[in-house]
C-alpha cells in the first residue's frame, strides 16, 4: 500500500552555517522489507525568506534507481526535464534560456543511476556498504552534459557529517581529473538519508550550482521492518 513519507533539508554553506536554500520532500511509495521504495516525489525549493525559488517533480515508475524528473527554477527561468524511456533511454530537454536549449540522449547501463536514484542504490546495496565487503560500482548521469560516467560507491568518513553511516561517491578513471570533489551521503540505523556533502543541482546563478552540506530531518518517516 502507497504511504506518504516528508522531509526537509537546509542546504548550508560546507564548513560554515550560511543557509542557501530549503527542500521540502513529499515522496509517495512503498516498503520492501526494511528498504522504502519511492514512486514519486514532489519537491519545493525555498530560499531563507522562505520564498519558492524551484520545484521538481520526480517519477520512479520505469526504476527506482533511474529516476525521470523535471526541474524549474523560477529565478533564472530554467527548466530541466530528464525522462526514463522503457530504461532504455535518458532523454534531456533543458532550457537555460529563451535562446539556449540543449537535448541530449544516452543509453542506460545496466548500473545507471540518474538524480536522486543514487539514494535507493545506497539501500539496494545497504549490507555490502555497511559489512565493508567492496565498493559498488556505478554510472552516475550528468544532465547537463547527457553522459553516464563512472563512480564508486564505499564506506568512509567525514568530519562535517554526524551521521551513524557515512558512503563517500567518487568519479574514476579518467572522468576524475575533471569531475568535482567526492560527494558524501549520510545515512541514520533506520536507512534514512540524514546529510548530502557535495555539489547541488541548484543553480546559484546561471552557470553555476551550489555546493552545500544538506541536512535532513524528517515531519513523517517511512515505517519499513
Known amino acids: 500500500m502507497a504511504e506518504t513519507v516528508r522531509f526537509t533539508g537546509e542546504a548550508r554553506s560546507q564548513g560554515g552555517d550560511?543557509?542557501?536554500?530549503?527542500?521540502?520532500?513529499?515522496q509517495r511509495g512503498?516498503?520492501?522489507?526494511?528498504?522504502?521504495?519511492?514512486?514519486?516525489?514532489q519537491v519545493t525549493y525555498r530560499?531563507?525568506?522562505g520564498e519558492v525559488i524551484a520545484e521538481k517533480t520526480v517519477d520512479y515508475s520505469e526504476a527506482a534507481e533511474r529516476p525521470g524528473f523535471v526541474l524549474?527554477?523560477?529565478?533564472?527561468?530554467?527548466?530541466?526535464?530528464?525522462?526514463?524511456?522503457?530504461?532504455r533511454k535518458a532523454i534531456v530537454d533543458w532550457r537555460i534560456s529563451d535562446d539556449d536549449r540543449k537535448r541530449f540522449e544516452a543509453s542506460i547501463p545496466g548500473n545507471g543511476v540518474i538524480d536522486a536514484?543514487?539514494?535507493v542504490m545506497v539501500r539496494k546495496h545497504w549490507d555490502t556498504l555497511v559489512n565493508e565487503e567492496e565498493g559498488v560500482e556505478i554510472r552516475f548521469f550528468a544532465p547537463t552534459?547527457?553522459?553516464?560516467?563512472?563512480?564508486?560507491?564505499?564506506p568512509a568518513d567525514h568530519e562535517a557529517l554526524d551521521a551513524e553511516h557515512v558512503f563517500r561517491i567518487t568519479a574514476t578513471g579518467w572522468v576524475s581529473t575533471?569531475?568535482?570533489d567526492d560527494i558524501y551521503?549520510?545515512?541514520?540505523?533506520?536507512?534514512?538519508?540524514?546529510?548530502?556533502y557535495g555539489l547541488t543541482n541548484i543553480p546559484k546563478t546561471p552557470d553555476e550550482y551550489y555546493t552545500a552540506h544538506i541536512h535532513y530531518g524528517y515531519e513523517a518517516p517511512a515505517e519499513c521492518g
Open 145 to 154: 552534459r547527457g553522459k553516464f560516467y563512472q563512480f564508486e560507491a564505499e
Open 178 to 180: 575533471w569531475f568535482v
Open 185 to 196: 551521503l549520510g545515512y541514520n540505523s533506520n536507512r534514512q538519508l540524514t546529510d548530502f
Open 47 to 49: 530560499n531563507p525568506d
Open 72 to 87: 524549474e527554477d523560477r529565478r533564472f527561468e530554467q527548466r530541466m526535464e530528464v525522462r526514463n524511456r522503457g530504461d
Open 30 to 41: 512503498s516498503c520492501e522489507g526494511p528498504d522504502w521504495i519511492p514512486e514519486t516525489n
Open 117 to 119: 536514484g543514487f539514494e
Open 18 to 26: 550560511t543557509l542557501f536554500y530549503t527542500e521540502h520532500h513529499e
